[in-house]
């Protein structure tokens, strides 16, 4: 507790040191941030790895109860997913430019924001809890609004304000549930409570509405595509990256360890709404054109996949299905730790592309593989392993969730045994729309030729951003490889929470295979599959090397006979999305294609416009916040009444306040 109280006062001197320097000055914040990360991480890697908690309390927070502030296993591995990304983000910061992208909009919020979320994980009490998960929406939330002059980022700003605002009065009602009667606030007594299935039920789907808007559960999901790309991109690799996380550790936190026995039937929300999430989200991003924002939706995908993988934990939970339940939480932590690094590292190739050109439209991108060699290269790490390919980080967590999705149809409810199935189906489709999402991404971006003057003279990003991006890319590799032990290094948290535990280690056919439930049925091999990959790869590309020397012409690309062939006769990112759109987008969201075509003569082009109606933001936020404005509009003449009628309106209150107390007495 010494070192993480020396590390969060090193971020909060950072934070106040930058608000008094200007200048170059406040370049100072990222290595002080990233060396406080890192001693963060190395205290919780060794309190995951030993098992040591730490508790402490302070006298601080409300009256009778101080602050109480503890480091178990969760909070621990959690430290280590956020810290991560701090360290990441922290050293791509390390590489802006100082004349024209620091700012005192930033940099001091940025150790702030870092420590913010830390506290949430230490908090051992609903007071500090709360207090710490404000803290970290109003500095993430300045953050959003440092470019306050564009509309977009005002606009942002102040759709995240109020979901942040909501998210934390429905986990106030979660945590008031929790307390119980006595009002026991601090989680040791929450933890001795055993609430009743009823309110069980009700803080559980508090839970869902406070965590599940900050991690971007559908439909609570809006300010996401909003706020992340309104930030600085190494500040939307920390809020897509990391804050998600702090996001589904509240969930946990709450669902698995406060709320004591779950009933079966808790586990039918967070497994729908995540599959659904899953799949919107995906939908979103495979047809919009903005590559930040096609990040963000895809970090709502991701959040709806770990959220499947928590129901299905509850639900082997609640039948006493121990393994089955290992497995399904196994797949949702680590699922969480892959898609902190894959996602960050994404975010930051975003940021290296806008930096380099200045723009994050796809239909304006192209050919950078060739002047963006190193950030093409650790994209193309990122975006393999978001789309869960082997052997790469993402294929391990969705593998084991995959697995026990299989082991569904052995629970006993009727309802489960039918949904899981679906369920299954419903990420099968998810995870090949994540496929043909990054292709059109990486393809349209990177490959072909440049669509714009800014991408045909872009040029690479300064080493030690190219540092923080090779860190992640070289992570993602490494967690793809060694899966195995990465959950054996989980396996007593994951015990802990549901009482069973993966074969581990030297169980399978190898020393690094990967076993979901016994050797027989549920194996993966990662080193054995990446040195087939690797093999069969440079087999290939002999082969067609050695065949296409004697065969190669080059000429120029066909065109549809025309001798002058144009960048813009490249399929863009909306051509490539155009099959899906007509597929899924006309029933999703309403999509519609408009074609005007000129008259003859008229040497105008041809305009193809394309509406998507966005049916969750039009029914659940823009008609009430409609309906709203009108009962203020029409409240509004209450302001303007005479005296006469201010005394009416007064003693009727009072006459009807009267008889509700008498009625009630």
Not at 162 to 181: H, I, N
Request: aromatic share 8%; glycine share 10%.
């Amino acid at each position: 507790m010494y070192a993480l109280s020396v590390a969060l006062g090193a971020l909060s001197a950072a934070a106040i040191l930058a608000t008094l320097v200007r200048g170059a000055a406040l370049a100072l914040v990222y290595p002080v941030t990233a060396l406080a990360a890192l001693l963060v991480v190395a205290v919780d890697l060794h309190a995951l790895l030993s098992g040591t908690e730490v508790s402490a309390t302070f006298a601080l927070g409300l009256p009778t109860i101080g602050l109480h502030m503890r480091l178990d296993a969760l909070s621990a591995f959690f430290g280590i997913v956020v810290n991560g990304g701090v360290v990441a983000a922290a050293v791509y910061g390390m590489g802006l430019d100082r004349a024209k992208e620091l700012s005192h909009r930033v940099e001091p919020l940025f150790p702030a924001f870092a420590a913010a979320m830390n506290l949430v994980l230490l908090a051992d009490d609903a007071y500090g809890f709360l207090f710490s998960w404000e803290l970290m929406s109003l500095a993430s939330w300045a953050l959003v609004v440092a470019r306050h002059l564009d509309p977009e980022v005002r606009k942002a700003g102040h759709v995240y304000l109020l979901m942040a605002a909501g998210g934390t009065m429905a986990l106030l009602f979660a945590f008031g549930g929790l307390a119980g009667p006595a009002g026991g606030y601090a989680f040791d007594t929450m933890r001795a409570l055993s609430p009743e299935p009823l309110v069980g039920a009700l803080v559980l789907a508090a839970a869902l509405v406070g965590c599940g808007s900050k991690g971007g559960l559908f439909p609570l999901h809006a300010w996401l595509p909003l706020a992340h790309p309104a930030a600085p991109s190494h500040v939307s690799a920390l809020m897509s990256g990391v804050m998600t996380k702090v996001a589904i550790y509240g969930f946990v936190r709450i669902a698995f360890d406060l709320l004591g026995p779950p009933a079966w039937w808790w586990a039918l929300p967070p497994i729908a709404l995540g599959a659904v999430t899953a799949v919107i989200g995906l939908l979103y991003a495979v047809l919009d054109r903005d590559l930040k924002r096609v990040l963000a939706y895809s970090t709502i995908e991701n959040v709806g996949l770990i959220f499947v993988a928590l129901g299905l934990a509850l639900a082997f939970r609640a039948n006493g299905f121990a393994q089955a339940a290992a497995v399904a939480m196994t797949a949702a932590l680590l699922h969480a730790l892959n898609h902190s690094w894959f996602k960050s590292l994404l975010f930051l190739g975003a940021g290296a592309v806008l930096h380099a050109t200045g723009r994050r439209d796809l239909d304006g991108l192209g050919g950078l593989i060739r002047r963006m060699p190193r950030t093409a290269l650790f994209f193309l790490v990122g975006a393999l392993s978001i789309s869960a390919l082997p052997p790469l980080n993402g294929f391990v967590s969705e593998w084991l969730l995959f697995q026990s999705v299989l082991a569904g149809p052995s629970l006993p409810q009727a309802s489960l045994r039918f949904a899981v199935p679906a369920i299954g189906a419903m990420l099968a489709l998810a995870a090949a729309l994540a496929a043909a999402c990054f292709v059109r991404v990486y393809g349209t971006a990177f490959l072909g030729r440049p669509r714009s003057t800014e991408a045909a003279q872009a040029h690479d990003v300064p080493l030690v951003q190219q540092i923080a991006m090779g860190g992640l890319a070289l992570l993602c590799v490494l967690g793809g490889l060694l899966g195995a032990p990465l959950s054996e290094g989980i396996g007593a948290l994951v015990h802990g929470y549901t009482g069973g535990a993966l074969p581990g280690m030297g169980a399978g056919p190898t020393p690094l295979s990967l076993v979901a439930f016994d050797e027989a049925r549920s194996v993966y091999d990662a080193p054995v599959i990446a040195l087939f990959v690797a093999v069969a790869s440079i087999t290939a590309l002999l082969i067609v090397r050695r065949l296409s020397e004697r065969r190669t012409r080059r000429g120029p690309a066909w065109d549809c006979g025309f001798p002058d062939p144009s960048p813009g006769t490249q399929y863009t990112a909306s051509s490539f999305a155009q099959p899906l759109r007509r597929v899924y987008g006309t029933v999703a969201f309403s999509a519609r294609e408009t074609l005007a075509m000129p008259p003859p003569g008229d040497p105008r082009p041809a305009r193809l416009d394309v509406t998507i109606v966005d049916h969750a933001w039009q029914v659940l936020y823009v008609a009430p916040g409609r309906a709203l404005l009108r009962l203020a509009e029409r409240l509004n003449a209450l302001q303007f009444l005479t005296i006469r009628r201010y005394l009416v309106l007064m003693f009727s209150a009072l006459v009807i306040l009267l008889s509700l107390i008498a009625v009630t007495a």
